[in-house]
């Protein structure tokens, strides 16, 4: 919200002025926006006393409400009541979380023009691993995750966006493998899983390619077709004004008349974190509806103890024109 990269408390008030209490006061200069920049070190360090002093400089009516995110922990809910005495101390699971949670749902045009140059980067990497997996100068999921690493970099990249997750023909099975990586050999016969994303200014990319190294058998041929049919039915499925549940369960349904179940929601908001709103999960807890200005991932999967895993996963703009895919994932033949 205030552009601040690193550990900082942030106060918003309803007379919409912000005050901003980082810890690494220089960074803040360069990097963060708000109305007011207030060291940490000027509270002694301690988050119960910038509470207490901020709330008193802003002259609040006796018991005016201050509200806390939902992920604070009971105790600490419960030291900020004493702290501020005279004062409500609300933590609600549908209050101000939920409203930044959809102001970052919606992106707002610099941010999309930060997905198109991310969504770039992201293509020239997928070109290069294609290209370098084939001439097999990228042998071992370590090879692969490595590269990813120093590449982006090279591109501006600050990192990734999440720990990569490189899964050989022996470890595709699990949808998130574990350890995310080893040394082990990846895009040998059978199907390998990379799952990856690069943060740009802040923000990431999450996507997935499966590589399929023949002969295959009957079962992982079917599954890449099915992973394939699964992704394309979700493009055509996305418009705005749709419920998100319905893209989820439209795939789902697909899954489930081919005799397949995915194991895993269809897919996810991307922003500041690899995991954001809107959730394209058929759960009925499910309430978004698709609107312009929403980046999201489509990423079909199947698994199999034996077979291995397929994933397809790609990043999604929906915008008042339509459609339009910002990476170009896939599944590659070797």
């Given at each position: ?75 600490v809910f419960l ?37 198109r140059t991310i ?216």
């Amino acid at each position: 919200l205030s552009g601040m990269p690193s550990d900082a408390l942030l106060f918003l008030s309803s007379k919409r002025k912000s005050i901003l209490v980082p810890w690494d006061l220089t960074m803040a200069k360069v990097m963060a926006t708000a109305d007011s920049v207030i060291p940490f070190n000027n509270f002694n360090r301690q988050t119960e006393k910038a509470l207490r002093e901020i709330a008193s400089s802003l002259n609040l009516a006796p018991a005016a409400k201050v509200e806390v995110s939902r992920r604070t922990p009971y105790p600490v809910f419960l030291t900020y009541k004493k702290e501020l005495k005279g004062l409500t101390v609300v933590c609600r699971k549908h209050g101000i979380d939920a409203r930044v949670e959809h102001g970052r749902a919606i992106k707002d045009a610099d941010e999309i023009a930060r997905y198109r140059t991310i969504a770039g980067i992201t293509n020239e990497l997928i070109d290069l691993l294609e290209e370098n997996v084939r001439s097999g100068l990228l042998k071992t999921e370590t090879d692969v995750a490595l590269f990813i690493e120093a590449e982006g970099r090279k591109r501006g990249c600050e990192g990734t966006g999440f720990g990569t997750l490189a899964a050989g023909p022996q470890r595709s099975f699990g949808i998130h493998a574990f350890p995310p990586y080893t040394a082990g050999a990846f895009a040998t016969q059978g199907l390998s899983i990379l799952d990856f994303g690069l943060q740009y200014e802040g923000y990431t990319s999450d996507v997935t390619l499966t590589f399929a190294r023949e002969p295959l058998s009957d079962l992982q041929e079917t599954m890449l077709s099915l992973v394939q049919k699964a992704h394309d039915l979700a493009i055509s499925t996305i418009k705005k004004g749709v419920k998100a549940i319905s893209v989820g369960a439209a795939v789902d349904d697909f899954f489930r008349d081919a005799g397949k179940t995915m194991p895993h929601n269809l897919g996810h908001g991307i922003g500041l974190e690899a995991h954001e709103a809107p959730s394209l999960r058929n759960r009925d807890d499910n309430t978004w509806i698709l609107a312009p200005g929403m980046i999201f991932t489509d990423e079909p999967g199947l698994y199999d103890e034996a077979a291995g895993g397929c994933r397809l996963e790609d990043d999604i703009l929906l915008s008042n024109s339509g459609v339009e895919v910002l990476t170009k994932a896939r599944i590659i033949r070797l």
